[in-house]
């Protein structure tokens, strides 16, 4: 029988250390409800010591999301643990996830410990959390350029002292699937209680490798794979989670190895992180790119016409990818409309529901087709994000060949209304200019996207936004029919992040 391999999601954690992907405690929870229903093994909820959201969105995910284990990160230091375990404590299956560095490079010149120190803590932080739980994993930050004697040693030390998952981790993406796989395999080979823990792999892709380090990982005896939606992490990103499920589902013959993953969840969960988190999938991307089932040369097209298998290794329809081109319109019932929205994986409440629907109604009055993709921003829009500091409630743009552009803009602040007109080189610039004048607090736009999000002038137009503030990026998003009117939102979003980090900073 085929060996199940676990599958650990830490998109709510490394996934968001992605510049620019911050999410609200409130958009976290919806994405941990949607990997509970793709089925993932254990959710890495966030870094509770890290920020006071990181600490509510854990507590939140692991007070509400049944099914997987929810685990939380903190470093080999008693008081991240006992806050980790704070928020943890809710949960089904908690579990504390620490670690430190054991590789020479980062004792010498970020620890500034010895060997035998380094030991110490891992072995006291383990017997920490072991007296809150007995799901405890911990991990070997920087493994890879690791002395490999000392490696063992530690493995074995925090076996003994009770940690039930050992992660390995590829923490700079600096592994081959030559060196790495047998990495592993030695490893099990020279620690001695190595049978009593899940060996775990976590690999970054800085060479464009973690996916296939992981699966290197698993031939080589890997019982657990760390990975994000659409390799999101710490910057070029974590081994995505869709290309190692179906690496391993498509190619089960090879590895003799399974998931507990729903793929038909795949597509939808990508989507969601996508809208959320404001940062695109690449067309191209595999599994989850828009290209990725797209034949292009006639003789493709021919051959898959003729039988799929052709040019096809999967069916598109495993991942959840079978998209109605054109299901909804103004006709559309309410009923049709959620029954529509489950089959893309969302599953709203009532107010959310009706907003959406609301929106929806609307789009379709203006439109007369109403795609998936559509759908997608009308539900990102009308799902009910963090409280709002700021509310775009007017906007009125002159602009033309021959004058100057000029934008009012009126936002609710806190429930006052407050306006400012502003001139720019142009009307996004004006606008811009006006909601800069009204937010309240200094930052810098770092980034503005424009995309369409289907074809045809009455496609809605997607904006993204980025600013930073205090050295963080924080994202906006917007859509509408209107571009000014999307930008306007993507703006106003991303300041209302701002506006929400600076108030929790202010609480600590
Ligand atoms: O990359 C890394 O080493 C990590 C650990 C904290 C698991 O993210
Ligand atoms: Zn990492």
Known sequence: MARQIRIFDTTLRDGEQSPGASLTPSEKLRIAHQLSKLNVDVIEAGFPIASVGDFEAVRAIAQEVQGPEIAGLCRAVPGDIDRAWEALQYAGKPRIHTFIATSDIHLKHKLKRTRDQVRKAAVDAVARARSYTPRVEFSAEDAVRSDFGFLCEMVSAVIDAGASVVNIPDTVGYSTPSEFGPLIGRLMECVPNVNQAVISVHCHNDLGLAVANSLAAVEHGAQQVECTINGLGERAGNASLEEIVMALK????????????????????????????????????????????????????????????????????????????????????????????????????????????????????????????????????????????????????????DIVPTATVRLLRNGQPVQEARTGVGSVDAVYRAIAKLSGVKHQLVDFTVQSVTGGTDALADVTVRVSWRNRVFTGRGSSMDVIEASAKAYVQAVNRVLLARDQAAKR
């Open 250 to 401: 498509v190619r089960e013959d090879l590895y003799d190895a399974s998931t507990g993953v729903n793929t038909r969840q795949l597509y939808p969960t990508s989507r969601l992180v996508s809208s959320l988190t404001g940062i695109a999938v690449q067309p191209n991307k595999a599994i989850v790119g828009d290209n990725a089932f797209a034949h292009e040369a006639g003789i493709h097209q021919h051959g898959v016409l003729q039988a799929a298998e052709t040019y096809e290794i999967m069916d598109a329809r495993s991942i959840g990818r079978a998209e109605s081109q054109l299901v909804l319109g103004k006709h559309s019932g309410r009923h049709a409309f959620e029954r529509h929205l489950r089959e893309l994986g969302y599953e709203l409440g009532h107010d959310d529901l009706n907003r959406a629907f609301y929106q929806f109604k609307e789009l379709a009055d203006k439109k007369k087709q109403v795609s998936d993709r559509d759908i997608e921003f009308v539900v990102a829009d009308a799902v009910a994000g963090a409280p709002e500091a700021l509310h775009l409630e007017y906007l009125h743009v002159a602009t033309g060949m």
